[in-house]
C-alpha cells in the first residue's frame, strides 16, 4: 500500500510541476518538493 501512495504522491508533484510553469508561486514549489521526496520515500524504502 505505501508504494501505491508514493506512487501516486510522485504524479500529483508531476502535475503540480506542469502548474508550476503556468504560474509561479512559492507554495507550489514548497508542495511540489513536499510530494517529491514523501513519494520518493514511500515508493523506494
Known sequence: MR???????????????????LRSALLTVLLIVLFLVLGYHLFCR
Do not use: E, N, R, S
Open 3 to 21: 508504494k501505491v501512495v508514493g506512487f501516486i504522491l510522485f504524479w500529483i508533484a508531476v502535475g503540480m510541476l506542469l502548474t508550476f510553469f
